[in-house]
């Protein structure tokens, strides 16, 4: 179900589908559900789905068949990131930590 987080919908299925594909709840090879039964599933719109079908279809996780459906691809897990890009990642993270300890203590002041 999309949750009112503040992050589009769209991304919140993708990111939930995707995580099925890397936990291997949906193999490669496996269809994905219709655009319907995603739509009930996650309580969301047709458009907002294919938002989300299209996601993975640019990140090459999934691979669309003309009148057949849309499959997990064989080959397309990515990998985890490496070394350099995860101590960039971290980098990040920490970055936005202190920025955010910033803000919280501006509005703490203000109260």
Same mark, same amino acid.
């Given at each position: 179900?999309?949750?009112?987080?503040?992050?589009?919908? +769209?991304?919140q299925? %993708?990111? &939930?589908l995707? &995580?099925?594909?890397?936990?291997?709840?949906? /193999?490669?090879?496996?269809?994905l559900p219709?655009?319907a039964? !995603?739509?009930?599933? +996650?309580? %969301?719109?047709?458009s907002v $789905?294919?938002?989300?079908?299209?996601?993975?279809?640019?990140?090459?996780?999934?691979?669309g068949?003309?009148?057949?459906? $849309?499959?997990?691809?064989? &080959?397309?897990?990515?990998?985890?990131?490496?070394?350099?890009? !995860? /101590?960039?990642?971290? /980098?990040?993270?920490?970055?936005l930590s202190?920025?955010? %300890?910033?803000?919280?203590?501006?509005l /703490?002041d203000?109260?």
């Amino acid at each position: 179900m999309v949750k009112n987080t503040g992050r589009p919908g +769209y991304l919140q299925i %993708a990111d &939930d589908l995707r &995580d099925q594909i890397r936990r291997g709840s949906l /193999a490669p090879g496996d269809p994905l559900p219709s655009t319907a039964r !995603l739509a009930s599933t +996650y309580d %969301a719109s047709l458009s907002v $789905v294919k938002l989300a079908v299209g996601v993975l279809r640019s990140e090459g996780l999934v691979i669309g068949q003309q009148g057949k459906g $849309v499959f997990v691809r064989e &080959d397309g897990v990515p990998a985890p990131p490496s070394s350099g890009e !995860l /101590a960039q990642i971290q /980098a990040t993270l920490r970055d936005l930590s202190e920025r955010l %300890a910033r803000v919280e203590s501006t509005l /703490a002041d203000r109260e």
